[in-house]
């Protein structure tokens, strides 16, 4: 009997480690993603946090926007992010989800048809990333589960100009979707539904986008002009690599789900009251609301940026608040990555630097052209003859006045463009906290000299001091 006890004993122990990993395995914790899910999460996590962004903190780099209290950053403090002011850790947190996908896509032949959508947005968050703070975490970064959570900074030049940096990426990303012959879709693509050509369109438009971006740096025509030739970019307001926000929650533009006090602390910059009101641009109406206490119905007023609120009496109802489009009618507003318009005004620029064999002023009446077409404002008749002609003797302030118009909702960007190009002409700020210099980069955030002190203090001491006012490598005198 003994014997027979010992027996059904192991037998027991056998039937209970059969299956143990099986068993023990929480079916509602998956120990791998998959990769449609995570590019799903990637684009609107990115797109809907850097939109806020861009409106909070960006709009009043960019002279959009004003703020009448918790404006430290307006007045250029930037190391005071309050209301917005802080992207590092959107950037670090969806490069790090898309190194996944990036990754899964090598790793596993099924997934192979995610590498070039991966490698495409790995180049345009890395290049805004390094766009706003310069030198940066890149070639060690996003892998802190298998090598180091400490990444040293990478130089702005090496980003952009070496293997697996920006360009390399584009390049990659677009030879890997011409040679996918696989039967797999592309799912969780929430700019082009799948749709491959589409991201060879928006990467041959971040190529053109870049490549003007480091223009001063590099000869860039050869590269520019093959594009050009080509001709597949984004090129219609159809083809834009943006997704919609809905009028309701949880999908609409994050200021509508934010109490009426963040929303109303925004109002008009009087930079861009200014500008539109010289061109009498009638997307003013659809941007900005005419103010509480103007005499007629289509009175718009705009207030200088960096006002020292604990010393000075402002009235919100003196000054326009942003469009209905920003709050009650997000529907009609994109989270918007890449565009036609912007690609236009770019070639624009191309064509009026010599850069490129072609009309400069065809490429910018197209880019005013799909600018009202995409804020869903009738161009008026006489536009481009009169008030918004193109002026061969100004042509670079035209286009990119337009440009910064067009671009209201990537804030963030119309900044970048001024510190390249210096337009539009931004106004000093009414009470700088920055010696009245308009910084040319954001300072890298507390955290990081708490978390990557060694690394940080390389770079800091490269920027006199995490200094706003040390030019990043494109920004070239």
């Known amino acids: 009997m003994k014997y027979l006890y010992i027996i059904l004993g192991f037998l027991f122990l056998a039937g209970c480690t059969q299956n143990f990993e099986e068993i023990n395995t929480n079916t509602n914790t998956p120990v791998s993603v998959q990769p449609s899910l995570l590019l799903r999460q990637v684009i609107y ?49 969806n490069l790090r989800d898309n190194e996944i996908i990036l990754a899964l896509s090598k790793e596993n032949p099924a997934y192979a048809v995610y590498e070039g959508p991966a490698r495409i947005m790995k180049a345009y968050m890395a290049a805004s990333l390094t766009d706003l703070f310069g030198d940066v975490p890149y070639f060690e970064a996003f892998k802190g589960d298998n090598t180091t959570v400490t990444p040293k900074y990478d130089s702005q030049e090496s980003i952009y100009m070496d293997e697996n940096g920006i360009l390399d990426n584009l390049s990659k990303g677009i030879e890997t979707i011409q040679n996918y012959e696989g039967t797999i879709v592309l799912e969780g693509d929430i700019l082009f539904n799948g749709d491959l050509d589409g991201w060879l369109r928006f990467a041959n438009s971040l190529r053109i986008k870049y490549l003007m971006r480091i223009s001063a740096r590099v000869n860039i025509s050869q590269e520019l002009q093959s594009i050009v030739n080509e001709g597949n970019f984004i090129d219609s307001n159809n083809e834009n690599a943006v997704f919609d926000f809905s009028d309701g929650e949880p999908n609409n533009f994050r200021l509508a789900r934010l109490r009426i006090g963040d929303f109303n602390n925004f109002v008009m910059s009087e930079t861009i009251h200014d500008i539109l009101s010289e061109l009498n641009d009638p997307r003013i109406a659809r941007l900005y609301r ?16 960096g006002i020292d609120a604990s010393a000075t009496t402002v009235s919100l109802s003196d000054y326009s608040l942003t469009g209905t489009i920003f709050r009650e009618n997000t529907g009609l507003l994109d989270a918007n990555f890449m565009t036609s318009m912007e690609t236009h005004f770019l070639l624009a620029e191309a064509a009026h630097k010599g850069y490129i064999n072609a009309q400069a002023q065809t490429f910018y009446e197209t880019g005013v052209l799909q600018a009202f077409d995409y804020w869903q404002v009738e161009l008026p008749p006489n536009y481009l003859t009169d008030q918004g002609a193109y002026d061969p003797e100004n042509s670079l302030e035209t286009i990119i006045t337009q440009k910064w118009i067009a671009n209201m909702i990537n804030g963030y960007e119309g900044w970048v463009e001024y510190r390249r190009t210096g337009f539009p002409r931004l106004k000093q700020v009414s009470a700088s906290l920055n010696n009245n210099q308009i910084p040319v980069r954001m300072p890298y955030p507390p955290e990081e000299e708490a978390l990557n002190n060694a690394n940080y203090s390389i770079a800091a001491s490269n920027t006199n001091g995490n200094s706003i006012n040390v030019k990043v490598w494109w920004d070239k005198d």
């Open 290 to 305: 005419p103010f509480a206490n103007s005499i007629t119905e289509d009175e718009y007023n705009g207030l200088l940026n």
């Open 45 to 93: 996590d990115y797109g809907e946090q850097m939109s806020y962004e861009g409106f909070t903190a960006g709009n009043l780099l960019g002279q959009y926007t004003t703020a009448l209290d918790f404006n430290l950053f307006d007045r250029h403090n930037l190391k005071s992010p309050q209301l917005g002011g802080n992207p590092w850790p959107i950037f670090y947190q």
